[in-house]
């Protein structure tokens, strides 16, 4: 594969993008409108390992495996933008004549959640951005616009799956929705988004190759000490977080079951290695993937599929 230099590429005037993930631009390519993320500085991390996160690189490769295994996913470009790695995310609220006007309006769960009152629920938080389990599963199974949109249900187990398979501890309530069509009030499932926090993005190359000569710390990392951004309710009501390959493991939820048997079904490590490694190791002088990058990453998904293969 071939970075795209995205230097000359024109602005969108008028279209901005949130969040708090680093700067975003809106820029127009191949008559669309895409929102370019920028790396992050670790300035204010604790220990970073390096400059800058990796997160648009963890984006694209989340991303590319989430369209491997068959799920509709936001296109991504990876490329360079005043010499520092971007990914390109195509607009999926705006396409041909509709480019200033957008067709379609983007509903997080956030906000779906926040209209949906669990009284039914002792610890209900009424908060839209609370990530309690039993809250969560309440909305998406009792919120009135999430009922009548099919595949409601599946989707948010099947990104638990992938998510912990590739490390996204990030599927916050802002980073996946339903897709409004203003003129007639349909909704559908938005696609797959917003998948930057995968794969240790503030790990630098040196970290990840001292790692991978210490057998029990790739075991700690794959599965043992992951956390995902969903909590079971505690006493104190705040939430302890979710092992996700604990959680999967015990198949005490036949809809995780049923996602973890899907994605069992659809993964092929060939494939994914492969989406891994036609990365370029650098593009001038800029490091985009190094080698010992690339073997961190395929081991790590190579045992926690070992893990989630073994008596499910």
């Given amino acids: 594969m071939k970075l795209i230099c995205f230097d000359n590429i024109s602005v969108a005037n008028g279209v901005f993008y949130g ?120 909305a998406v199974n009792g919120q009135i616009n999430l009922r009548t949109v099919p595949g409601v249900t599946e989707r948010f187990w099947d990104m638990f799956v992938v998510d912990a398979f590739i490390g996204n501890n990030d599927r916050n309530n802002g980073n996946w929705g339903l897709l409004l069509n203003p003129l007639n009030g349909e909704m559908s499932l938005a696609p797959v988004y917003d998948n930057g926090n995968a794969f240790f993005n503030k790990s630098g190359a040196v970290q990840m190759e001292g790692h991978l000569n210490d057998v029990n710390i790739m075991i700690n990392l794959a599965y043992k000490n992951p956390r995902c951004v969903y909590k079971y309710t505690s006493i104190d009501g705040t939430g302890e977080r979710i092992n996700p390959f604990v959680f999967i493991k015990q198949r005490d939820n036949p809809d995780c079951t049923a996602a973890a048997e899907r994605f069992l079904q659809r993964v092929d490590m060939k494939r994914i290695k492969a989406i891994i490694e036609e990365v370029p190791e650098t593009y001038g002088a800029l490091s985009v993937m190094p080698a010992v990058q690339k073997e961190f990453y395929i081991e790590l998904l190579r045992l926690r599929l070992k893990f989630l293969t073994q008596e499910l």
């Avoid at 390096?50 to 936001?74: A, C, K, M, R």
């Avoid at 995310?89 to 926040?114: M, V």
């Fill in 19 to 138: 969040g708090d993930a680093g700067a975003k631009d809106a820029v127009l390519y191949e008559n669309n409108v895409w929102m370019l993320k920028y790396p992050k500085t670790t300035r204010d991390m604790i220990n970073p390992q390096i400059s800058y996160t990796t997160s648009p690189l963890s984006e694209y490769l989340g991303s590319s495996i989430y369209v491997s295994l068959g799920f509709p996913v936001h296109d991504t470009l990876l490329g360079v933008r005043n010499n520092k790695m971007v990914v390109a995310c195509k607009d999926f609220t705006r396409s041909g004549d509709e480019l200033w006007q957008p067709a379609r309006q983007l509903i997080h769960f956030h906000y779906l959640k926040n209209s949906f009152m669990a009284s039914d629920l002792e610890s209900y938080s009424g908060s839209g951005s609370e990530t309690l389990l039993d809250e969560v599963l309440a």
